[in-house]
């Protein structure tokens, strides 16, 4: 004979995630209101909003990175430059799937800015160049930086 032992939720969090996020969704599914444990679903799901944006400014710097030292680190780009492009193509399709959201995309446009100048300066640091010879300000556009024939 099989009996169900109640535990509290907030309990099950802290001890046995996945079996949280189960028992979570049956009661969502069950409409359960009542019993969910409010303060970990509305944690849970603003962390995957921050994740959501981490991974935009992420893929948007290595994307930004690698288009720097495709276009700018010549002494390296014969051995590198295979390497470079398969980089390119890879953090291309992830950003693209992510900016299929349309608060996504204007993320993205909101962070440019802010990646391209972390971008720069790690590229700077990278290839040991001057750093007059990287482009203050983006050189790119969001249409070529996701275009898969584009490289500077």
Same mark, same amino acid.
């Given at each position: 004979?099989?009996?169900?032992?109640?535990?509290?939720?907030?309990?099950?969090?802290?001890?046995?995630? #996945?079996?949280?996020?189960?028992?979570? #969704?049956? *009661?969502?599914?069950?409409?359960?209101? #009542?019993? +969910?444990?409010?303060?970990?679903?509305?944690?849970?799901?603003?962390?995957?909003?921050?994740? =959501?944006?981490? &991974? $935009?400014?992420?893929?948007? &710097? *290595? +994307?930004?990175?690698?288009?720097?030292?495709?276009?700018? /680190?010549?002494?390296?780009?014969?051995? %590198?430059?295979?390497? /470079? =492009?398969?980089?390119?193509?890879?953090?291309?399709?992830?950003?693209?799937?992510? +900016?299929?959201?349309?608060?996504?995309?204007?993320? %993205?446009? =909101?962070? /440019?800015?802010?990646?391209? $100048?972390?971008?720069?300066?790690? $590229?700077? *640091?990278?290839?040991?160049?001057?750093?007059?010879?990287?482009?203050?300000?983006c050189p790119f556009t969001?249409? *070529?930086?996701?275009?898969?024939?584009?490289?500077?």
């Amino acid at each position: 004979m099989k009996t169900d032992i109640k535990i509290p939720l907030p309990d099950i969090y802290n001890t046995d995630f #996945v079996l949280w996020i189960d028992e979570t #969704v049956k *009661q969502l599914k069950n409409k359960d209101l #009542v019993n +969910l444990d409010w303060e970990h679903l509305i944690e849970e799901i603003e962390a995957l909003g921050s994740e =959501q944006r981490r &991974k $935009v400014r992420s893929y948007l &710097k *290595q +994307l930004f990175i690698h288009l720097l030292l495709y276009r700018y /680190w010549i002494s390296e780009k014969e051995r %590198c430059e295979r390497g /470079w =492009q398969d980089e390119i193509e890879n953090f291309r399709d992830e950003l693209e799937d992510l +900016l299929e959201s349309k608060t996504l995309y204007n993320y %993205c446009l =909101q962070e /440019w800015d802010n990646m391209y $100048v972390k971008a720069r300066l790690r $590229v700077i *640091q990278k290839t040991g160049l001057e750093p007059s010879i990287f482009p203050i300000d983006c050189p790119f556009t969001l249409e *070529q930086i996701l275009d898969f024939d584009f490289l500077p």
